[in-house]
């Protein structure tokens, strides 16, 4: 006779908690058989138990998600930084614009007051903008006095000093008063004749008394003026073209006084051309120093003084 059972079959301990279980029911008048179910229809309600690697996986998939979601903001900051990076260097390097019809860069002008060299007592390219009489100097510690600080026909145009529509003699002085001296002017005149000159005054102690180098367009000359009688000291021929840069260049050392002038496009000659000897005045400022007529327009683009000195006497 067959043998019935009347308990269920106990699990065995490596198949509890897994995906099946094996469960025996006894059941009337048949044979005795293990039924294999799955959990959800022995339980109902109750999820299908998922094996370890799949829990495993889908635990680092959400770890996975999480870290990239949280890594966003920090990726499209270093975006952010890398293409503003990439602009900046672009704007800082963009390429200057070419001046109309040339293949260079064109030149921006400034005011900017440059820097003195050793032994150097005023400098002036005349480098600023537009402006009546001339101001300061471009070595930016210079102011230019008398004349050409109070006076119309003195002004700033084109980056040149310009003196025009003067009648007579006028001044323009800089830098403090010392002894010697070597100064040097680059200047055009438009037209000659009536007296009208182009010159640098040194030693200057007043209007009626001064050392001064200057061309009229045929003769160069050293004069003074001792209490307002010009005398001649030195001169020599040498012809000027009108409308043409020339570069005058005057000396005081000791008693001894130098000049020489030649074309701005030309190289500076080795001698000096005239020089002379006086004990008139020891001391005083320096400048330029001209004598115009109503249509005459004198323009400079450079003056420069140095200290004179046994090594520079050329």
Known sequence: MPIRSTQPLALLPEQAGWAEDYIGQAQDHAPTENKVRKRSSVFPGRKPYASPTRNANASWTRKGLSYIISAVPLIVLALGISVAGFVLYGLSHAQTPLSPGGNTPPTHQTSTAQPTQPNVLAEDSFRRPDQ??????????????????????????????????????????????????????????????NGVNLGITLRWQNPNNWYKAYVDGNQLFIVKWVNQQPTTLKQMTVPVSEGVAQKLRFRSFGTTLFAKVWPNNKNEPND????????????????????????????????SAKVATAQNDM
Do not use: C
């Open 132 to 193: 009546d009489q001339w101001g300061t100097a471009s070595d930016g510690h210079n102011q230019w006095t008398i004349d050409a600080n109070t006076k119309q026909f003195f002004s700033i145009s084109n980056y040149t000093g310009r003196i025009a529509g003067g009648q007579g003699p006028l001044e323009a002085l800089t830098g403090k008063s010392t002894d010697n001296v070597d100064e040097t002017v680059i200047g055009t005149v438009n037209h000659f004749g």
């Open 272 to 303: 000096w051309m005239i020089t002379a000897d006086d004990h008139s005045f020891t001391t005083g400022q320096f400048g330029i120093r001209v004598l115009e007529q109503p249509a005459t327009v004198i323009s400079i683009t450079l003056f």
